[in-house]
Every structure is written in C-alpha cells, then in structure tokens.
C-alpha cells in the first residue's frame, strides 16, 4: 500500500482551497479521527484525550453515527468537534458529483458544523465548488500528517514514528477509530499524547473557519 505520511507543498498547492495544516503560531496540533464513531475505539479515544486534557476532531460517518448515537453525543458532550465523513464513506473520485453531494447531505442530518474531510482524501475539484455552493461556510480538512493506523502492514511502533517524526506545531494528524486500525491507533494514541505533551504542544480541535495552510 502506498501513501505518504506527510503531504507535499504540490499536493496543497492543487488544492489550495482545503486546508491541509493550520498557523504554527499556536503552539499546537490537531488530532484528527476518521469513520466513527465505533463501539469500541470511540471511547477508548475519548478516554484517552480525556487523560491527556487534550481535545479532538471526529470527522463521522453519518450511518455510524445512527448506529451509536449515544457515543457521538459523547463526543459533543466532552467538547470535542465534529465534521462530516459521507454517510456512507464514499471516494469522490468514484462517485458522480449529485450522488456524493448527496450522501454528505444526507450525512448533515445527523452531523452538526461546516468541517468535511472527504473519505481516502478523494473529491474533485468540481465537487468541492458544489459542496461550498450547498454548505455555505463548508471547510473542506485535509492533513499534513497520516498516521498510517489503517496500514494492516505496519506496527503499532512505526504508527507511532509516523507522528513523531513528521508533526509540528500547526499539523493536522490523522488517526482513525475504526475496527481496521485499532490494533496500532489503541497503541500509537497513548504515546503520541504523551510526546506532545512533552514538546509542550496543546492537543487543539480544528476551530470553525481556521487560518489555513
């Protein structure tokens, strides 16, 4: 599986209507979890940034959070953000335009704010103007930082370098509560947490339309 583990300025460049990582003036970096919420991985994170004093994004699936509704009102509950993930995880890429506006409309029912991060990081330059069009005040979140938790050919170590090796102040990391990555997020989070915590790094969730880079 090839990906890269942190974004080139090329890729932000093309699409520089998303924002990829925000102002390093903070002090800060945004932890990020994808495809949630889920029954088991949810809450361990929200135990863990609780630990941690540290507050996350969830980018949610919108038919996860049907079936947990208890769980995203959790998340809503200890002050964390949350941003829409589709309803159903569809790639853009693979996806007419009218079907995946649609599914992320469909996803909004259920998903309060303007966040979106599209499912793989795939959408379309032209269903990010009809997106922007529909959701007025729509942020499109990206990231400069993939942890590989995904990666069933990694460890939960070289998870763990992933972040400590590529994050700075004003990265945006990706982690994601699901079933596929908890073997290596349920070991990298705890100590990514504590490495920040260390560097002096506040652990912040991306704010309502941020300065972006």
Request: proline content about 6%; charged content about 15%; glycine content about 8%.
């Amino acid at each position: 599986m090839f990906y890269l583990t942190k974004t080139p300025g090329l890729l932000k460049a093309l699409y520089h209507s998303c924002t990829w990582s925000l102002s390093p003036s903070q002090k800060a970096v945004y932890l990020t979890f994808d495809d949630g919420p889920h029954p088991t991985a949810t809450p361990f994170v929200l135990d863990q940034l609780k630990a941690h004093g540290a507050i996350g994004t969830f980018f949610c699936i919108g038919k996860n959070v049907q079936a947990y509704p208890e769980i995203y009102q959790r998340i809503l509950e200890e002050g964390h953000a949350t941003g829409n993930h589709t309803q159903n995880h569809v790639n853009g890429w693979k996806t007419g335009t009218s079907a995946y506006i649609n599914d992320i409309m469909e996803a909004r029912r259920f998903i309060q704010g303007t966040l979106f991060r599209p499912p793989y990081g795939r959408i379309t330059p032209f269903q990010i103007k009809k997106l922007q069009q529909q959701v007025p005040g729509a942020q499109i979140i990206m990231w400069d930082v993939l942890s590989g938790d995904f990666d069933t050919a990694i460890t939960g170590e070289q998870c763990l370098q992933n972040v400590v090796f590529k994050a700075q102040a004003g990265s945006i990391i990706v982690f994601h509560d699901s079933t596929k990555a908890w073997d290596r997020m349920s070991y990298a989070l705890p100590r990514v947490l504590a490495f920040c915590e260390k560097q002096g790094l506040e652990m912040k969730a991306i704010p309502p339309q941020a300065d972006h880079s």
